[in-house]
């Protein structure tokens, strides 16, 4: 089997790095900014559904969001109907700095993808996706306190 995962983690690692370097000025590290992109994309989704788009577990995704939060980025509000449930919302601040972060997104998948042709990039998207809701199954199980046979 060729080493497929290896490459896609060491892609992932170094925009991860390159991020966290260019999302310093903002004082986003750390993936933060990943949580910002989907909450202004989402305004009010949940935090579970947040973690489950991201596919962090919930402590990790409660301790970012209570940074944004105290960093102003994000604001949760209570949800009208069922006060137990919070809901996300991207503050000025957030929306302010979206457009930067959608335009080094955007920035990243051209320079990824330099010489691949339109059919090529479609192609490897299906791939990809298809990889990922493989990956998924085994997520899922694992988050559920299961472990996988090897």
Partial sequence: ?????????????????????E????????????????????????????AEMIKVDRTT??????RLEEQGFILKKEDESNKKI?????????????????????????????GFSLEEADHMLQLLQRVRKNIEVDWEFVKKGNKRKY
Avoid: W
């Avoid at 995962?5 to 992932?12: H, K, Y």
């Avoid at 925009?15 to 370097?21: K, R, V």
């Avoid at 933060?32 to 579970?48: A, D, F, S, T, W």
């Fill in 1 to 21: 089997m060729k080493d497929i995962l290896r490459e896609i983690g060491m892609i992932a690692r170094a925009l991860d790095s390159i991020s966290n370097i």
């Fill in 23 to 50: 999302f310093k000025q903002f004082d986003l590290t750390k993936g933060q900014y990943l949580y910002v992109v989907r909450i202004c994309e989402n305004p009010g989704i949940i935090q579970e559904k947040l």
């Fill in 61 to 66: 995704a409660a301790r970012a969001i209570q």
């Fill in 86 to 114: 919070k809901k996300l919302f991207p503050t000025k601040k957030g929306e302010a700095v979206y457009p930067f972060l959608k335009r080094e997104g955007e920035h990243s998948n051209t320079v990824a993808l330099a």
